[in-house]
């Protein structure tokens, strides 16, 4: 048992590089964040990994204490468990997809996301025309459905082959290594040809579908009327759907509350995160996507926080916030979610609770420095506050100051931080 409750505050993407004079979180206004720093303890962690520019789900499936070199198969069929599509495990293949604009004519990628332009009303009536969608080749079919704005899954399935989830990505901004996406630092703005990463028969024609798909998303979304509305107003078209992080089958994990001996839950926005906490065996709360009204959002996280926090030991809360602007390389928006998150979450959530009786951890579980408009691999700030936990001389949450001066000390990798933090709560 746990002396006191805790609220696990993941803040996607928050982070910069270690290197950089000012940051998004030393520029941000955030009293109430630092007001957590200057009374806990703090530290910094390497996700994944030293040298790994981890994707979300890699480094969420780490921080929450599973190794995912050791224990993932990949981020397609965690998205799809977190948005309800089904596939038969080692018969059809799963990928995490994008919608994004390409120039039909040269393969030449505009924007990997359709300039964040797409409405998820949108993507779900393209989704609707690729799905069920047939290959002509090797009795080939695909599934396809939209999540959230350009965000899709997609599965792949063969009638009368075997197919392989070794097989590389069509979004050339992640390479695929075993059964983790990482981030390219440099890489040429076109659709990429899948291409096999076995010598199997099974992942050849695997590459060959997922080619002959690319194929033909663009033949069918260039002409789709949603796309022509959308050039009739000035619009990127959504044209091409690229595709990553393929896998066959679930991970088989002992679930997070044996491994940890405390009950979790889970409040998510996204489906791969929601994914996650379901096959982890979290009581899984998934919030609807982020809004413009920021005060209501996270009134409505807040809410379900708290709620949450009556039935379990654990709560983890994970806000998407900070990591589409660095995304976007937009400083000025990057700090502002920041802000958002401290005045409209964590203030509220400091008025509604008893720190001596529940604990808050804050962390992220990537940089993505709006400088780079990636992930990198920096290591991430990591925040104890509540219960017995005695300060240290952080006094703001900001990268370089966690990283020399946090009692914490600095982790190599995510999934030593909660082995960590519990057994400071317990002793």
């Known amino acids: 048992m746990l002396a006191v409750k805790l609220i696990y505050l993941v803040l996607d993407g928050v982070a910069d590089r270690l290197s950089d004079r000012e940051t998004s979180l030393s520029m941000a206004r955030k009293p109430f964040l630092d007001l957590l720093a200057r009374g806990g303890a703090c530290g910094a962690v390497y ?11 890699a480094a969420v499936m780490s921080i929450l204490g599973y190794d995912p070199h050791e224990s993932y198969t990949g981020r397609g069929p965690i998205e799809a468990v977190g948005a309800g599509v089904s596939f038969a495990e080692g018969r059809e293949v799963a990928f995490r997809a994008n919608f994004a604009t390409v120039d039909p004519g040269s393969g030449r990628l505009i924007d990997r996301r359709v300039g964040r332009s ?42 009368t082959m075997s197919l392989s989830d070794e097989v590389d990505n069509t979004d050339p901004a992640y390479r695929k290594v075993g059964t983790i996406s990482v981030a390219e630092k440099v890489f040429q703005p076109y659709v990429k040809k899948s291409t096999p990463l076995s010598p199997e028969q099974s992942a050849r024609v695997t590459a060959e579908l997922v080619n002959e798909f690319t194929r033909k998303s663009i033949e069918i979304l260039d002409k789709h009327p949603v796309n022509k509305a959308r050039e009739g107003r000035g619009l990127l078209k959504a044209n091409v759907i690229l595709v990553r992080d393929a896998g066959s089958r679930l991970p088989k994990l002992p679930p997070i509350s044996k491994l940890f001996n405390a009950s979790f839950g889970s409040i998510t926005e996204m489906p791969v995160e929601n994914g996650i906490a379901k096959i982890l065996g979290m009581r899984a709360v998934e919030m609807p996507p982020p809004t413009e009204d920021k005060a209501s959002d996270y009134s409505m996280r807040l809410d379900a926080t708290l709620k949450l926090l009556k039935e379990v030991d654990v709560v983890y809360v994970h806000l998407k916030g900070p990591d589409e602007p660095g995304h976007d390389g937009d400083l000025k928006g990057k700090i502002k979610a920041i802000e958002d998150i401290d005045k409209f979450y964590v ?54 100051a966690c990283y020399e001066l946090g009692s914490i000390g600095v982790l190599s990798h995510g999934w030593e931080i909660l082995p960590k933090i519990l057994g400071m709560m317990r002793s």
């Open 347 to 400: 203030k509220e959530l400091l008025s509604s609770i008893d720190l001596r009786e529940i604990a808050i951890l804050v962390t992220a579980d990537h940089a993505t420095p709006p400088a780079v408009r990636a992930h990198t691999d920096d290591p991430v700030p990591l925040l104890l506050v509540g219960g017995e936990v005695i300060p240290d001389k952080v006094l703001r949450l900001e990268e370089r």
């Open 118 to 159: 797409l409405s998820t009303e949108e993507a779900r009536e393209l989704a609707e025309a690729l799905d069920g969608l047939r290959l002509g080749v090797y009795g080939g079919y695909v599934k396809v459905k939209a999540t959230v704005g350009h965000r899709a899954v997609v599965v792949i399935g063969s009638e």
């Open 47 to 57: 996700t994944v990994g030293r040298g790994v520019a981890p994707e979300s789900d």
